[in-house]
């Protein structure tokens, strides 16, 4: 008797699940919110002593580090021994024997950071 | 209503009935749904961010191009901006990009007016220890707490890096709130005449020049006035910048999209293979129904019914562990491909920004298609003769 009422019961109560689950989903995303905007003094600040809001996303190249100011078609004007012209670079990376073959002067100062 | 009632009962127990079947199309349905509103969700929290700074951006951003590409802009051109009518203030920034070879890594080194009252406002606001750089010190320096992990320096720590044939050494004397680490993890804040030092940038001239109006709106008739004094200059206005980011999230959110549509597809095909091999013991169901007095329309809406239910309890959960996945797992796996090569990642905490009609659309994109494969088999069930079905032989 009580496995039936059980199976009666069962889809309502995943149901009721679901939709405690989805009220949980958006107190959740309104505290998030209410978060972002406690912090955006923060944000404002920041973007005025940087000068640029572009997100560090992606340190590897100024396209993709500040895509809202660099000039149109830049990834083609920094050579074939980039590492990412495109967002698919990191799915199909290039193969290594590219950047072990790029020239020194193209990869920037020769010389590491040290500790004093 | 009560006629509704109880073809949702008859749906679930035909659900329940063939168990097996409903539980692997409701898992194929929550795994494409999953897939989906991950990329949903992380391209518009992404896109929300910088919407959100960038209203404290300046209003124009004046560039210098030579051979296509930005250049360094001579200051002198400072005093014919400003002289424009509406322009309130023209900034020359000194920031670049610095390559460590032996680190693989890319950081944004940014200088500011240390001794600036509002620069030293600012930095208190955004930084989370240590203390300020001094006016007139050298080689102190802010980082984002990313790029301290990454060369291994706490506070008070100091490194030298190469520039050109010298070395430059630098202190941190602060870290940026993680709250902000999406614009600062690798960022080097240091005074203005480290930075020209660092970055190599002679005195007189700048990397761009920072353009406030005071009535925004007219962006682009300032922008206008001063392609005119400086034909070579590149002029960027925060529309510009906030179209510019919206397209690049676009492309990105649409590729990922693209790869997952196939397995959108493959899920179709498998609904539809599942769902048009009426089996004879469902035959045998849909014939009972219409001996019964069951009309065709009550067969296909029990149908649909079935199949709804079937949706949302694929679809619901699929939407709830991409919600999980971005906003608390931060997005493992899905970040990288999305967001690039990089060797500095910052703590992805982003905020929700999908508003209910793109939740909607996606559950239409979805469950819609999969509803609507379900009932053409239905139908040619439903419009055979009772007896036929009864007998095996329809």
């Known amino acids: 008797m009580r496995s039936t009422t059980w199976h009666r019961i069962r889809p309502l109560a995943w149901l009721l699940l679901l939709a405690a689950a989805v009220g949980w989903m958006l107190q959740d995303a309104a505290a998030r919110r209410a978060g972002q905007a406690a912090r955006a003094p923060w944000v404002g600040a920041v973007v005025r002593l940087l000068g640029a809001a572009d997100l560090a996303l992606s340190s590897a190249s100024r396209w993709l580090r500040h895509p809202s100011l660099t000039e149109p078609g830049a990834p083609f004007a920094d050579g074939p021994a980039i590492l990412d012209n495109d967002p698919a670079g990191a799915a199909l990376a290039p193969p290594r024997e590219v950047l072990a073959g790029a020239p020194e002067a193209a990869q920037g100062p020769a010389r590491g950071p040290r500790k004093p | 209503m009560k006629r509704q009632l109880a073809l949702i009962r008859f749906a ?15 898992v194929a349905l929550g795994l494409v749904t999953f897939a989906l509103s991950a990329v949903l969700f992380l391209t518009e929290a992404l896109r929300r961010e910088f919407r959100l700074a960038a209203a404290a951006l300046p209003d124009l951003t004046v560039q210098q191009l030579a051979a296509g590409r930005p250049a360094l802009i001579a200051e002198t051109h400072r005093a014919s901006i400003a002289a424009l009518p509406g ?72 490194i030298t ?58 962006a682009t008739v300032a922008a206008r006035k001063i392609a005119e004094l400086l034909p070579g200059a590149r002029i960027v206005d925060r529309q510009l910048k906030t179209r510019t980011y919206d397209l690049t ?14 397995a959108l597809v493959a899920f179709l095909v498998l609904a539809w ?33 079935e199949n709804t239910l079937i949706g949302l309890y694929g679809a619901g959960p699929g939407i709830l562990a991409a919600y999980l996945y971005v906003f608390h797992a931060r997005a493992p796996g899905l970040a990288g491909v999305l967001l690039g ?9 982003l905020t929700p920004a999908v508003d209910a009609s793109q939740v909607l659309v996606l559950g239409c994109l979805v469950v819609l298609p999969f509803v609507a494969a379900s009932l053409v088999p239905a139908w040619r069930a439903a419009t055979r003769d009772p007896h036929g079905l009864l007998r095996g032989t329809a």
């Open chain 2, 273 to 305: 293979d599942r769902l048009t091999g009426v089996g004879p013991g469902e035959r045998r169901e849909i014939g009972v129904l219409k001996a019964t007095g069951w009309r065709t329309s009550d067969v296909l809406l029990a149908r649909l019914w």
């Open chain 2, 87 to 158: 322009v309130v203030s023209v900034q020359p920034r000194v920031w670049g990009y610095y390559f460590v070879p032996s680190l693989s890594g890319n950081f944004t080194v940014v200088g500011v007016e240390t001794g600036s009252e509002t620069v030293r406002r600012d930095l208190s606001l955004v930084m989370l220890k240590g203390r300020l750089p001094r006016p007139g010190a050298s080689g102190e320096v802010v980082m984002g707490e990313a790029l301290a992990t990454f060369l291994g320096l706490d506070l008070d720590d100091a």
């Open chain 2, 341 to 349: 090569w990089s060797t500095l990642y910052p703590a992805l905490r």
């Open chain 2, 161 to 218: 890096l190469p520039v050109g044939r010298a070395e430059k050494r630098l202190q941190l004397v602060g870290l940026f709130r993680s709250e902000v680490a999406l614009w600062t993890a690798d960022v080097i804040l240091m005074s203005l005449a480290d930075a020209r030092e660092f970055l190599q940038v002679p005195p007189g001239q700048a990397t761009d020049l920072a353009v406030r109006l005071s009535t925004p709106d007219e």
């Open chain 2, 12 to 26: 679930l127990g035909s659900a329940r009935r063939r168990a097996g079947r409903s539980f692997a199309l409701a």
């Open chain 2, 249 to 262: 999230f676009d492309t990105r959110g649409g590729l990922l999209g693209a790869m997952l549509l196939p």
